[in-house]
């Protein structure tokens, strides 16, 4: 008796640790996001020194080092701008095009016809001393086109014909950079463009071998033998610590150590870097993770300084700030989720369909988007309602404001279709009874008795990706029309589905979901996407109106304009928006800075120079 | 026992040539274009088809296949699409970490379920025998995922024994005299087999003591505890040889749980991200070596076997 008697209390001990453990920080989820949304102050006296350790995405651990990787590496950059600096730094909040004050130039200056642009460098040093000057930033342009004249995959932003095509750079001075350009473009697409520009040494990587003669990188001939030799010196993984090369940097840190089996790496102080920022931190270790869970769990062992959190392990808050940390939460400045829309799939007249704007509207209005951030399936109350290509928060809004064209309203749903000569039948098979165009009628091309029904591809990661988009096809069948989720890999979706590039497959998928879709964050502008000749236009869409805007946009001389396409797109709906997940960050709350430093880090852009210990 | 050897290496490599023209061609299937899962979404058809006839997608299967065996044989395993890296160089970095924890899970797997299950099949029906099945029973039924959470919920959270994270030196001596921070990826891998391992012995000890031998080993005199270390544990053990010889590439595939908990990268992770990342040289080079680890496997379970008992030579 005595035996079961202990027996029993240990198990219950056993049973209460257990529990204990596994049941951590969770709290309800309509909780979740309030317990983020503030940014923490700056705070506390800085200290000199101390390393902080940062945890890497998982499954995005660097491979390569030179900023311009070729398409056929796939290469995932180290430290992405704290190495070599682009010319305009990006904004990391995404309310601006670039942060002036981390830009290696100043403001472009425009000749009045725009296709003059002259630039000014500041005041920065190369590691070694010597300053940054024009003659780098035409080295670096001279090494874009040369990636470029390999192959047009080589730089995911490049559209043939624009940018760098048709633009000549010339150092009028050591400090007066002169861009030439072809065709005007509007100045903030053109910055947008600039903080792209990763300025490069033009004096030591001018070789085209180890130990070569300097070569005049001007001659596209030369240009592209440096550029074979620096991709071919960034396959070494094994050397990206120990090269000279890579030693010659521009921004605040220069490359420690490199663990090829890991990913992980080391930064130390780039002693000359005379940029803004104290760089009072003497090391950052920047640590590849295998998964979202183990990042946790190194997170509650208090053995990371700063990260991202995982989404799904947003319940996790309270436990962390228990542990001392601070978290904050936002969506990524211009990143879209959205059902992008294939135009010209013809299965069961889908093309016809969906060309009619009513049922696109009809459609939006069945996307739950406050139930789904709400939904512990789905967001579990890490995410923000997006209705615009611009995302949330963005300097060029659509002129809607936060009162969107076609919230979710099933019954307004019901009506549009219903007035447009459909039958709809809830649960059942929608069909058209009133064929024809004209006001009452179902549109051009659509039979009587046409049903709506399509298929939906839906990327198999991450998790909300799918129960999103099974939400989407419950309420489609409430109300007649049917959805078909059909999931894929991602990869396979990126190779498959995209009728630019990919038309054999056009009919596999009517609609896709593959996650997020990113614009350029302080300028999130369309162009190639959704323009009718875009290189990226996945859906062939087609609109004469969203390509005049872009087209005002890309070239024209208001830099406002980009409101204007915004909102035409927001109301014409080439996709179907999706909420916004948010990006968790976590860092202890021994370190500080700007709060912009750490706003910038749901963009994954890293200032570890603004950032110190305190006691 | 030679000819027994050489005859059984023939039919392995026969056997390995036919899981290498099985899977080239089921990843050809898959994929016959890689130019595009290489160059993404942006690049033009013309960069697609460049890459694809630089890189000879662009022939007859069977001759991309017999160029691929060519390259093999030279000890070219390709170059990966996704990593930047040889494939060779990545498989070499990655095998000897997850052989390292592998074979420290298994080794522990062995030292506790081998003398439990000869301690169950001893004490049959007895509550020793009852509880330990019953424990193999619900550990087997235990998803390793889970199991590993709880005890770093357990015993780097709640009671900080051990971290939460193994050793990340790439050094085996290194990672050898540091049990601490191996402590708890080994004892998930071994739990598992802790409890399948354990059944297995169990039977087969059950199944060798009422064997004659026994019988006549007792009936001679001989002290219980030498019947057991000298006669049951030779035969019991038999049939446990086979089945770790066949569970050598599932040791490595199961992996993948502890690498991802544990922040361990190793073989299986690499997998994963391959197969997510369609890194079909790795893919490739990956499934060739579970093909090869697994006729290994067999090859020296059989060996083993035929040595220790020389009835399954005659008879082959």
């Given at each position: 008796m005595k035996h079961r008697g202990r027996l029993s209390v240990a198990l219950v001990a056993a049973v209460a640790v257990l529990a204990t453990a596994c049941s951590g920080g969770g709290g309800a989820t309509r909780d979740i996001a309030g317990s983020y949304t503030a940014k923490p102050a700056q705070t506390g006296t800085p200290k000199q020194g101390g390393t902080a350790t940062v945890a890497l995405t998982p499954g995005l651990s660097p491979n390569y080092i030179y900023p311009y990787p070729p398409a056929a590496a796939n290469g995932t950059v180290i430290a992405r701008g704290q190495l070599w600096r682009s010319l305009y730094r990006p904004s990391g909040e995404g309310d601006?095009?670039?942060d002036a004050e981390l830009s290696l130039a100043e403001p472009p200056v425009y000749s009045p016809d725009r296709k003059t642009v002259t630039i000014t460098m500041k005041d920065y040093k190369w590691s070694n001393g010597k300053p940054v000057t024009a003659d780098d930033v035409v080295f670096s342009l001279a090494l874009l086109k040369a990636a470029l004249a390999e192959?047009?995959?080589?730089?995911?932003?490049y559209t043939p014909?624009?940018?760098?095509?048709g633009v000549s750079a010339e150092?009028?001075?050591?400090d007066t950079l002169t861009l030439k350009l072809r065709t005007a473009y509007n100045p903030s697409y053109l910055l947008s463009m600039l903080t792209l520009l990763y300025v490069l040494p033009s004096t030591e990587w001018?070789?085209?071998?180890?130990g070569g003669p300097h070569l005049d990188y001007k001659q596209p001939k030369n240009a592209r033998a440096i550029y074979r030799y620096l991709t071919k010196e960034s396959e070494s993984q094994a050397t990206f610590a120990g090269?000279?090369?890579?030693?010659?940097?521009?921004?605040p840190y220069r490359l420690k150590s490199f663990d090829p089996t890991t990913g992980s790496f080391s930064l130390a102080r780039n002693e000359s870097y005379s940029g803004?920022?104290?760089?009072?931190?003497?090391q950052i270790e920047f640590k590849a993770f295998t998964s979202a869970a183990a990042v946790l769990n190194q997170f509650k062992a208090g053995n990371l300084t700063v990260g991202t959190l995982d989404s799904?392990?947003?319940?996790q808050i309270g436990a962390l700030k228990a542990e001392g940390y601070n978290v904050y939460g936002a969506p990524a400045p211009a990143r879209l989720d959205a059902l992008v829309i294939?135009?010209?799939?013809?299965?069961?007249?889908f093309d016809k369909v969906i060309a009619q704007p009513y049922v696109r509207q009809a459609l939006q209005r069945l996307i739950d988007q406050q139930g789904y951030i709400a939904s512990r399936g789905v967001y579990n109350g890490a995410a923000s309602p997006n209705y615009s290509t611009?995302?949330?928060?963005?300097?060029?809004?659509?002129?809607f404001g936060d009162q969107?064209?076609?919230?979710?309203d099933p019954a307004a749903a019901e009506k549009l279709l219903a007035d447009n000569g459909w039958k709809v039948v809830p649960n059942g098979s929608t069909t058209c009874e009133r064929p024809g165009t004209g006001p009452g009628l179902c549109g051009a091309d659509i039979p009587r008795g046409q049903t709506i029904s399509f298929t939906l591809a839906s990327a198999s990661s991450p998790a909300f990706v799918g129960a999103r988009d099974v939400a989407f096809a419950s309420a489609a069948k409430k109300l007649g029309i049917e959805v078909k989720v059909v999931t894929k890999s991602l990869n396979y979706m990126y190779a498959n589905y995209g009728n630019t590039f990919a038309?054999?497959?056009?009919?596999?998928?009517?609609m896709q979901d593959y996650g997020a879709l990113y614009l350029a964050a302080g300028y999130p502008s369309s162009n190639t996407v959704f323009?009718?000749?875009?290189?990226?236009n996945l859906g062939s869409y087609r609109n004469a109106e969203v390509d005049k805007l872009i087209g005002a946009s890309t070239f024209?001389?208001?830099?406002?304009s980009l409101s204007a396409e915004v909102t035409a797109l927001a109301r014409d709906l080439p996709v179907l928006f999706l909420p916004t997940p948010h990006t968790l960050v976590v860092w202890k709350d021994t370190l500080s800075g700007p709060q912009s430093s750490f706003n910038a880090l749901t963009s994954f852009?890293?200032?570890?120079?603004?950032w110190y210990f305190h006691s | 026992m030679t000819w027994y050897v050489l005859r059984r290496l023939a039919v392995s490599l026969l056997v390995l040539l036919g899981i290498s023209a099985v899977v080239f061609l089921m990843l050809h299937l898959v994929s016959d274009s890689p130019g595009r899962v290489v160059l993404g979404?942006?690049?033009s058809p013309e960069a697609v088809a460049d890459f694809n006839r630089e890189h000879g997608f662009d022939r007859p299967v069977v001759a991309q296949y017999v160029g691929y065996l060519g390259r093999l044989l030279q000890g070219d395993l390709g170059r990966s699409y996704k990593l930047n890296e040889d494939v060779g160089t990545l498989l070499a970095r990655n095998a000897g970490r997850s052989a390292m924890v592998s074979l420290a899970g298994l080794v522990l797997a062995l030292l506790i379920a081998v003398p439990l299950g000869i301690l169950q099949a001893v004490r049959r029906n007895s509550v020793v025998d009852r509880v330990a099945t019953a424990a193999s029973y619900v550990l087997y039924a235990t998803p390793s995922f889970l199991l590993g959470l709880l005890l770093i919920a357990v015993f780097?959270?709640?009671?900080?024994?051990?971290?939460?994270?193994?050793?990340?030196?790439?050094?085996p001596w290194v990672v050898f005299t540091d049990p601490r921070a191996m402590a708890l990826p080994v004892i998930t891998l071994a739990v598992t087999s802790i409890a399948v391992f354990a059944q297995y012995q169990r039977s087969a000890a059950l199944d060798q003591l009422g064997q004659d031998y026994i019988r006549v080993a007792r009936a001679k005199g001989l002290p219980e505890r030498l019947i057991l270390t000298r006669h049951l544990l030779r035969n019991a053990c038999l049939p446990l040889v086979m089945l770790v010889g066949t569970l050598v590439p599932t040791l490595l595939a199961g992996n993948l749980i502890v690498e991802s908990l544990f922040n361990y990268p190793g073989l299986g992770l690499l997998f994963l991200n391959s197969l997510q990342r369609e890194d079909y040289p790795v893919l490739l080079a990956y499934t060739l070596i579970g093909g090869v680890l697994t006729v290994a496997g067999n090859f020296v379970a059989d060996v083993v076997v035929a040595a220790a008992d020389r009835r399954i030579e005659l008879g082959a």
């Amino acid at each position: 008796m005595k035996h079961r008697g202990r027996l029993s209390v240990a198990l219950v001990a056993a049973v209460a640790v257990l529990a204990t453990a596994c049941s951590g920080g969770g709290g309800a989820t309509r909780d979740i996001a309030g317990s983020y949304t503030a940014k923490p102050a700056q705070t506390g006296t800085p200290k000199q020194g101390g390393t902080a350790t940062v945890a890497l995405t998982p499954g995005l651990s660097p491979n390569y080092i030179y900023p311009y990787p070729p398409a056929a590496a796939n290469g995932t950059v180290i430290a992405r701008g704290q190495l070599w600096r682009s010319l305009y730094r990006p904004s990391g909040e995404g309310d601006q095009v670039a942060d002036a004050e981390l830009s290696l130039a100043e403001p472009p200056v425009y000749s009045p016809d725009r296709k003059t642009v002259t630039i000014t460098m500041k005041d920065y040093k190369w590691s070694n001393g010597k300053p940054v000057t024009a003659d780098d930033v035409v080295f670096s342009l001279a090494l874009l086109k040369a990636a470029l004249a390999e192959s047009p995959a080589n730089w995911s932003f490049y559209t043939p014909g624009q940018f760098p095509d048709g633009v000549s750079a010339e150092a009028t001075a050591p400090d007066t950079l002169t861009l030439k350009l072809r065709t005007a473009y509007n100045p903030s697409y053109l910055l947008s463009m600039l903080t792209l520009l990763y300025v490069l040494p033009s004096t030591e990587w001018n070789i085209a071998a180890t130990g070569g003669p300097h070569l005049d990188y001007k001659q596209p001939k030369n240009a592209r033998a440096i550029y074979r030799y620096l991709t071919k010196e960034s396959e070494s993984q094994a050397t990206f610590a120990g090269n000279p090369l890579w030693q010659v940097v521009n921004g605040p840190y220069r490359l420690k150590s490199f663990d090829p089996t890991t990913g992980s790496f080391s930064l130390a102080r780039n002693e000359s870097y005379s940029g803004p920022g104290e760089s009072r931190l003497d090391q950052i270790e920047f640590k590849a993770f295998t998964s979202a869970a183990a990042v946790l769990n190194q997170f509650k062992a208090g053995n990371l300084t700063v990260g991202t959190l995982d989404s799904s392990f947003a319940a996790q808050i309270g436990a962390l700030k228990a542990e001392g940390y601070n978290v904050y939460g936002a969506p990524a400045p211009a990143r879209l989720d959205a059902l992008v829309i294939n135009f010209a799939n013809t299965v069961g007249n889908f093309d016809k369909v969906i060309a009619q704007p009513y049922v696109r509207q009809a459609l939006q209005r069945l996307i739950d988007q406050q139930g789904y951030i709400a939904s512990r399936g789905v967001y579990n109350g890490a995410a923000s309602p997006n209705y615009s290509t611009a995302g949330t928060g963005s300097p060029y809004p659509p002129a809607f404001g936060d009162q969107p064209p076609y919230p979710y309203d099933p019954a307004a749903a019901e009506k549009l279709l219903a007035d447009n000569g459909w039958k709809v039948v809830p649960n059942g098979s929608t069909t058209c009874e009133r064929p024809g165009t004209g006001p009452g009628l179902c549109g051009a091309d659509i039979p009587r008795g046409q049903t709506i029904s399509f298929t939906l591809a839906s990327a198999s990661s991450p998790a909300f990706v799918g129960a999103r988009d099974v939400a989407f096809a419950s309420a489609a069948k409430k109300l007649g029309i049917e959805v078909k989720v059909v999931t894929k890999s991602l990869n396979y979706m990126y190779a498959n589905y995209g009728n630019t590039f990919a038309p054999a497959t056009r009919n596999e998928w009517a609609m896709q979901d593959y996650g997020a879709l990113y614009l350029a964050a302080g300028y999130p502008s369309s162009n190639t996407v959704f323009n009718t000749e875009g290189s990226f236009n996945l859906g062939s869409y087609r609109n004469a109106e969203v390509d005049k805007l872009i087209g005002a946009s890309t070239f024209g001389a208001d830099e406002k304009s980009l409101s204007a396409e915004v909102t035409a797109l927001a109301r014409d709906l080439p996709v179907l928006f999706l909420p916004t997940p948010h990006t968790l960050v976590v860092w202890k709350d021994t370190l500080s800075g700007p709060q912009s430093s750490f706003n910038a880090l749901t963009s994954f852009l890293y200032t570890p120079e603004l950032w110190y210990f305190h006691s | 026992m030679t000819w027994y050897v050489l005859r059984r290496l023939a039919v392995s490599l026969l056997v390995l040539l036919g899981i290498s023209a099985v899977v080239f061609l089921m990843l050809h299937l898959v994929s016959d274009s890689p130019g595009r899962v290489v160059l993404g979404q942006r690049a033009s058809p013309e960069a697609v088809a460049d890459f694809n006839r630089e890189h000879g997608f662009d022939r007859p299967v069977v001759a991309q296949y017999v160029g691929y065996l060519g390259r093999l044989l030279q000890g070219d395993l390709g170059r990966s699409y996704k990593l930047n890296e040889d494939v060779g160089t990545l498989l070499a970095r990655n095998a000897g970490r997850s052989a390292m924890v592998s074979l420290a899970g298994l080794v522990l797997a062995l030292l506790i379920a081998v003398p439990l299950g000869i301690l169950q099949a001893v004490r049959r029906n007895s509550v020793v025998d009852r509880v330990a099945t019953a424990a193999s029973y619900v550990l087997y039924a235990t998803p390793s995922f889970l199991l590993g959470l709880l005890l770093i919920a357990v015993f780097s959270q709640t009671i900080p024994i051990f971290p939460a994270e193994a050793s990340q030196s790439h050094s085996p001596w290194v990672v050898f005299t540091d049990p601490r921070a191996m402590a708890l990826p080994v004892i998930t891998l071994a739990v598992t087999s802790i409890a399948v391992f354990a059944q297995y012995q169990r039977s087969a000890a059950l199944d060798q003591l009422g064997q004659d031998y026994i019988r006549v080993a007792r009936a001679k005199g001989l002290p219980e505890r030498l019947i057991l270390t000298r006669h049951l544990l030779r035969n019991a053990c038999l049939p446990l040889v086979m089945l770790v010889g066949t569970l050598v590439p599932t040791l490595l595939a199961g992996n993948l749980i502890v690498e991802s908990l544990f922040n361990y990268p190793g073989l299986g992770l690499l997998f994963l991200n391959s197969l997510q990342r369609e890194d079909y040289p790795v893919l490739l080079a990956y499934t060739l070596i579970g093909g090869v680890l697994t006729v290994a496997g067999n090859f020296v379970a059989d060996v083993v076997v035929a040595a220790a008992d020389r009835r399954i030579e005659l008879g082959a």
